[in-house]
């Protein structure tokens, strides 16, 4: 038997380096001097740090062409070559696998979808394995290695142990995921919750990067919420956090599967909007698809429905604001193809139930395709690859 | 003019060297290794740390009697000297100042309570002088040095300007506190929201002590909430965070002073429920003491008011913890005193309304005088003091 290859690491591995290499890796190009600004670190740290970093052909100096000579020797700019390693993401849905091949700063290659007949582990993990065999093909023609694989999953994840604890769409209870597609893939995995994942690409190479303090809000079959506070992803103490899908909005409003009433995603997830629509008109409504078109037809209805979901997602986010205050909201997902239909209900609601200056917090869209909830994975398994202590 | 007294600073004021104190501090006595595993630093940064703070006597050594002696050179543990430093804590309320002196560990050697006569700034600044300067004179009896003044005030607080943006109690706007407080009181000030400054307490030397992620919730006059995410008190990006009180649990419920409907503090706070109570029986309730009185003696509208307080706060306490997951919820407040009234409603509705593993977060109660309130503010003043970055 052939002894396995000993996967590439990350030269570095104390937590300044990582810092330093992130601040870069989101923010850069930047001098050596204002990386030390923003890490919050002393010039020396980030010289220290970057030397390895730039023999290793992780970073890379450039002149700035911008610098004004009158400030003597220019500043040279200090960026992340991003051919320098190549990630896989992995998005598993009810249905189907979404996966990419993202280089290190998560620019995606190149994309491929397989259908699942199955939800069982063995299907699953099967698909996973030809996905990730499939881009590493790819990946040949772009020189770089693949140095690790990200899997986002939506439900109840513990990235530390590398299990998902439940899933409901998968119908899944405690399974090793980590270390199962580490076997089948023969690269490192990182497993997440597909909205932590999300969020953690956000803040890395999104509407986040840079803030400390914000949330990404995603709208479609669930109501999910991935928070950043004090410049980390939330992650919970139990393994749950962000559920703003189970905020109250109506406790005598329609049941929620939680047992709950009047949640968020009672109201304002796809089924629920499909359901209202149905129980209003008597019509059944085949999908997201068809309640949107009879929304923009006229259909008052369906125009209620969705005005409804709005106030709910509108209500949900002033939660998020009055207990965090964070700087940004981003509003995401699959349901904003609908948004014109409820963004004037999702802000209205927001300003009405923000406390205070609160309200002040940057509510903002941004639209993202499937293909963009497996570049969050990537940037989980990006996340593993750099930090010394993950 | 003589020139004012320069005030003693802290010896040591890089991020680690605060960080390690603050272990000592919250956690101590600890052998050095052990401070530097919880710190999450090296031995090295340890001992170069300690080195000046035992010199300028704010730590001491002493030898580890519980050690075992077949490890060879027992292990000595390092703790602070309580003594080394006073510092004042002020809560300033609508109708009264209540100060505390306390020592470097937080713990109260003195208080002083003085009636308002008036909200306006020059009456308050006047008392808040008053009673620094009592507790100045008590501290000579101490032989250590008076180093700080924390003063807390509910509402909008920006503790990094030192300014009181909104006091309900005070109607007071936009009020540079604390630097009109330093100029009368010839000391430092650390103004901040009367939560979180309850929330410093408990973190550093309380039920959130070792904690990284915990929630205080206090019940009485107000519904609040101070925030423990990744080890540091959330102050959101725009002042305003830990808003429990205006969580809606029910839209179609009583008005609350927010403008909204049926948010936790229009059902839970001690206003709420006279009225509540009033309402239903058309007596008029002089104050809570009365409404509890009513409660026990078996008044049906009187515990129902109660009731619904409690499923208010159990509503709130789990919209916190589906959105933080925190370790540990700790219930607090002067409505503790009718905790029996409602305790197990805020369990029932706490249970009913956690999402998943988010019900297994710890939710205790503790008893806190008003004079703890100032202790809060004592712990701010402390946290600034020993703070490289505050």
Redesign the interface.
Known sequence: MLPTPRAERFPVNT?AASQIFTTVLSQGPLTRLEVARRA?LSAAAVTKAVRPLIEAGYLVEDADAQAPPALGRPANLVRVDGGRALFVGIKVTGDEIIGVLTDLCCRISVARHTSLTSRDLTAVLAAVADVVQELRIEADGFGAPVLGVGIAVSG?VDRGEGTV??SPFLEWHDVPLAELAAVTTGLPVTVDNDVRALTVAEQWFGAGAGLS?FAVVTVGAGIG?G?V????V???????????G??????SGPRCH???RGCVEAIAADAAILRRIRDATGVEVADTAEAVRLAHSGVAAAREAYARAGEAIG?GIA?????????RVIISGEGLAAYDLFAEQIRDAFT??A????A??DVQTRPLTFEEWARGAAATAIQSFIRADT
């Open positions: 937590p919050g109840d604890r439940y303090d919420c928070l506070v004090h410049g980390r939330v992650a919970g103490a139990h393994g749950v956090a962000g559920e703003i189970h905020v109250t909005v109506d406790p939680c047992g709950n209500r939660t998020v604001a009055n207990l965090l205050g964070p700087e009405a139930a406390f205070g200056s609160a002040r917090c």
